[in-house]
């Protein structure tokens, strides 16, 4: 079965600061997706990983997938506090989707 | 394009009583599946269908919960009797089904309906 752990699963931070966050999975695969979710809202489509090595960025957010350490990170450039949500990623089964708990990222003035 | 269509969009029941959600995908879209979420539980699959087949349950708590999905614009997800338990949010996604073979698409997610079971 496979198992999708993120961490950390709550993360404060202050704006301009940088942090990571990480999620690694248990069995080989090579799509990863992330999701953010606003409270009380959807999910919303953020990246998504296709191969070993792939990165993308969209604004202050950057993520990357290495699929041999099974690991992919999302990383956050100078936080501002628009970037307050819960973040998943999600692991292509395939053909469905296996998600993270989620890491509830506050950012603080 | 309107979406992932979900209503109700909020649903307060007592528990005995039969609960019907519903769920337009995107036109176009060949993969539906439904979600639940919870504080303690997180994100689970319940169940996914590709073409309108249904391909995996195994996500299905129990017997109390039957989906549906007649035609490739409209799903259901019924839970009767509903529990107290069964209180979470309860979320559609559609998906291109473009990806391939053994592979999955990117999802888009409906708004969710929020369903309280007293």
């Known amino acids: 079965e496979l198992k999708v752990e993120q961490n950390p699963l709550f993360l404060s931070m202050q704006e301009g600061k940088n942090y990571t966050i990480y999620c690694n999975y248990s069995t080989t695969s090579d799509r990863l997706y992330w999701y953010r979710q606003d409270p009380g809202k959807s999910l919303e489509s953020l990246f998504v990983l296709l191969s070993n090595g792939a990165v993308k960025q969209e604004g202050r957010l950057m993520a990357s997938l290495d699929t041999k350490a099974r690991l992919s990170t999302l990383h956050i450039t100078a936080a501002v506090h628009d970037l307050s949500a819960t973040y998943f990623c999600a692991v292509d089964m395939p053909e469905k989707l296996v998600f993270g708990k989620g890491t509830k990222l506050t950012v603080n003035p | 394009d309107a979406g992932v269509i979900q209503s109700p969009r909020h649903e307060v029941t007592e528990m005995g009583q039969e609960v019907t959600l519903r769920c337009k995908p995107i036109s176009g879209h060949n993969s539906l599946f439904w979600y639940r979420q919870t504080m303690m539980r997180g994100l689970e699959l319940l169940i996914y269908f590709n073409n309108n087949v249904p391909i995996d349950d195994s996500g299905m708590p129990e017997d109390r919960f039957s989906a549906k999905m007649p035609n490739a614009s409209f799903s259901t997800l019924k839970i009767q009797p509903s529990e107290p338990r069964d209180s979470a949010v309860y979320f559609c996604?559609?998906?291109?089904?473009?990806?391939?073979?053994?592979?999955?698409?990117?999802?888009?997610f409906g708004p969710g309906t929020r369903l309280t079971v007293l």
């Open positions: 996604a559609s998906s291109p089904g473009l990806a391939g073979e053994g592979s999955t698409d990117t999802q888009y």
